[in-house]
T-cell receptor, first 115, second 115 residues
Framework: AQTVTQSQPEMSVQEAETVTLSCTYDTSENNYYLFWYKQPPSRQMILVIRQEAYKQQNATENRFSVNFQKAAKSFSLKISDSQLGDTAMYFCAFMSPGANSKLTFGKGITLSVRP | GAGVSQSPSNKVTEKGKDVELRCDPISGHTALYWYRQSLGQGLEFLIYFQGNSAPDKSGLPSDRFSAERTGGSVSTLTIQRTQQEDSAVYLC?????????????FGPGTRLLVL
């Protein structure tokens, strides 16, 4: 079974600064997907970024980028130029491709952006 | 277009009572998932539906939990004889098809409190 670990329960960053959220996972599979989801106070989960394990290039979405280290099974999220609207819980998630795919989530990290 | 909607937004019930939580997925989405988010925990997979296939119930924590999806659209999650440990946010998500690389659209959740 796959596991996803987010060891930092919370972090804080100054507005306009850069912050990195950590995530590690465990799997015996070679092909899979990794995700970061954001959950603002409204509770609605939003997909931030997605990485396919067979792609060596790190995914980037505007101010959000990942550092995917497949051998180390590490998948960190970097948020550049942090904005107040980035304040939320962030969940790292793993998914195996296949007919019965479902996401396995970490426990999440609470990020606070200070003005 | 309209996103995933869930009702009620909040539910308070007494221990031992039954509750029904409703999810309206995005029109045309064939896959539907239920997750549970307990305080301080990540998202725990409960059940998913894909078209007319038999649902994957592997995440349901006990036989007090059941779910159905009528006409391939609306889904209802039922918890019988609720217990205090059932208190959590119940999130529904849908996607165009199972395994579409984890691109789930989540609803805002139902916060359940069992007294």
């Amino acid at each position: 079974a796959q596991t996803v670990t987010q060891s930092q329960p919370e972090m804080s960053v100054q507005e306009a600064e850069t912050v990195t959220l950590s995530c590690t996972y465990d799997t015996s599979e070679n092909n899979y997907y990794l995700f970061w989801y954001k959950q603002p106070p409204s509770r609605q989960m939003i997909l931030v970024i997605r990485q396919e394990a067979y792609k060596q290039q790190n995914a980037t979405e505007n101010r959000f980028s990942v550092n995917f280290q497949k051998a180390a099974k590490s998948f960190s999220l970097k948020i550049s130029d942090s904005q107040l609207g980035d304040t939320a819980m962030y969940f790292c998630a793993f998914m195996s491709p296949g007919a019965n795919s479902k996401l396995t989530f970490g426990k999440g990290i609470t990020l606070s952006v200070r003005p | 277009g309209a996103g995933v909607s869930q009702s009620p937004s909040n539910k308070v019930t007494e221990k031992g009572k039954d509750v029904e939580l409703r999810c309206d997925p995005i029109s045309g989405h064939t896959a539907l998932y239920w997750y549970r988010q307990s305080l301080g925990q990540g998202l725990e997979f409960l059940i998913y539906f894909q078209g007319n296939s038999a649902p994957d119930k592997s995440g349901l924590p006990s036989d007090r939990f059941s779910a159905e999806r009528t006409g391939g659209s609306v889904s209802t999650l039922t918890i019988q004889r609720t217990q205090q440990e059932d208190s959590a946010v119940y999130l529904c998500a849908s996607s165009e098809r199972v395994g579409l690389a984890g691109r789930l659209s989540f609803g805002p959740g139902t916060r359940l409190l069992v007294l």
